[in-house]
């Protein structure tokens, strides 16, 4: 079984053992000196591992982690545009969580200062997919916190948006509300159409929701033509009325989470909520029906006590899950703000494929190709997104954006890197807050810098532009080079 830390041993060790083979092939005796391996022309045969040209994260004595000049990391893609919302010298942007729906990018953005009125909703519209043009704002008072707290509905007309009272990036929300429905039919005019507050129901179920007092992520899906919103594991129909205006609705269902929830939909028919649980581990529920949600799976780091007795401890952020022909992987990021190395799992759920219960195995570690250490969330790996049928991009605070292919079965334990972006641009914001300073080091002590740059979510086109949320730049463009291995000119 394979051990958070192993990635750079595995690999060495299958350098060592393909270099012994080649070795072999040559004193094998063979006249023609072809052992099958090889293509018209003597070419190889099969995928190709990209050369990753040199390591885009530097760090130690003397390189200054906020400087955007040092730090201009491409690979595979090129820097296309940058909307810097209201970011300067003396504001931050907080663009923390985006949705890509029917051509329009949603992004949840936390505020400049604990008393502003720049965060909220922003939308853009992707009729050029290199250059996202802002159509719409809706803002709130205050610094709202959260995490993957904004998804969108499929056509684009409605986004769910959520906040939590304080967060562990220092942001506070002055409010009452805690989540937000809102209307994006008229992209350049959101309007509020329901809400859930301290004071508890909302306008679709008056006797049922309980008061809440923040929800840290969400989940927007359509299942059975009907649009649900899964906050922080409470599951709402999203009713869009007719007259009476549209409504988040109690369906009274719940599951489990500590974390995030992504929801996707299976190849033969059914829908999965992936549930990441900070330290609590990973569960797999299926939500065909929304209102009768069923656990079909668990898993957990099985070292996980042994690990956290040496002071090792990880934290299960979200999970994605991509379904080949022949297997089903699912993948874990952890989160990590401690002086090791950040893990994304790889799990093969194959046994899942159509049934009702099975078993995940873990199969595989992937950790950034440096050896980095969190450095205090620097360095720490966030969101992943699986795409194009098993393409997976994962944002990493300062550590950027990688980008790993699945798809072919020789990469499914150990996948291979084919692009990164670890670019800022512009002057970084010169003073952090000191309301959000001082609440981030009472509450949780990670000991946050303004870093150049700090990626907190990705979305990716389809023509594999990729959409970068910087929580204190902005939101990023960059688009695939003529060399990039998937989304390159053939």
Request: aromatic share 8%.
């Amino acid at each position: 079984m394979p051990r958070a830390g192993s990635h750079a041993l595995m690999k060495a060790i299958l350098a060592a053992v393909l270099l012994t083979a080649a070795l072999a092939g040559c004193l094998d005796g063979d006249p023609d000196g072809d052992d099958g391996s090889s293509g018209t022309g003597g070419e190889p045969t099969g995928p190709q591992r990209p050369t990753m040209p040199e390591d885009p994260m530097p760090e130690g004595a003397g390189h200054d982690h906020t400087d955007p000049e040092t730090h201009k990391f491409l690979w595979n893609y090129a820097f296309s545009a940058r909307d810097p919302l209201l970011q300067n010298q003396a504001s931050i942007a907080g663009v923390h969580a985006l949705d890509l729906q029917d051509g329009y990018l949603f992004g949840a953005v936390y505020g400049s200062h604990s008393a502003s009125v720049d965060g909220g909703l922003v939308i853009w519209d992707l009729t050029d997919p290199a250059r996202p043009v802002e159509t719409g704002r809706w803002t709130v008072p205050g610094a709202v916190g959260g995490d993957r707290s904004l998804e969108a509905t499929q056509d684009a007309d409605f986004a769910v948006l959520a906040t939590e009272s304080v967060d562990c990036l220092g942001h506070i929300n002055p409010t009452a509300v805690s989540v937000y429905l809102i209307d994006t039919s008229d992209k350049s005019l959101p309007v509020v159409a329901d809400v859930i507050s301290t004071a508890g129901p909302s306008a679709g179920s008056p006797d049922r929701i309980a008061p809440s007092l923040g929800e840290h992520s969400v989940a927007v899906h359509r299942i059975a033509g009907q649009d649900y919103a899964f906050i922080f594991g409470k599951i709402f129909e999203i009713a869009r009325g007719e007259g009476a205006g549209a409504a988040l609705v109690d369906t009274g269902a719940r599951i489990n989470t500590g974390h995030d929830i992504y929801v996707r939909d299976t190849p033969w028919g059914d829908v999965w909520a992936l549930s990441a649980n900070g330290g609590g581990g990973l569960q797999v529920y299926d939500v065909t029906d929304p209102t009768a949600p069923r656990e079909i799976t668990a898993w957990d780091l099985p070292e996980r006590q042994a690990l956290a007795s040496e002071g090792i401890r990880y934290y299960f952020h979200t999970a994605d899950v991509a379904f080949f022909d022949d297997e089903i992987l699912i993948v874990v990021s952890s989160e990590d703000w401690e002086d090791h190395t950040s893990p994304m799992w790889i799990l093969d759920a194959t046994s899942l494929d159509g049934s009702a219960e099975g078993d995940l195995t873990w199969i595989g570690t992937w950790e950034n190709p440096g050896g980095h250490t969190a450095l205090g969330t620097s360095f720490s790996l966030h969101n992943p997104r699986f795409s194009h049928d098993g393409v997976l991009s994962i944002s990493s605070y300062h550590g950027g954006l990688w980008q790993m292919d699945f798809r072919d079965p020789s990469f499914r334990a150990d996948p291979a890197e084919v692009a990164y972006a670890v670019y800022a641009e512009g002057e970084q914001t010169a003073v952090q807050d000191p309301v959000h300073q001082t609440v981030e080091s009472r509450l949780c002590g990670l000991g946050l810098t303004l870093d150049a740059p700090t990626y907190m979510d990705v979305e990716v086109g389809e023509d594999g532009t990729l959409y970068l949320a910087d929580v204190y730049m902005g939101l990023y463009t960059f688009t695939p080079t003529a060399e990039h291995p998937v989304f390159g000119e053939a």
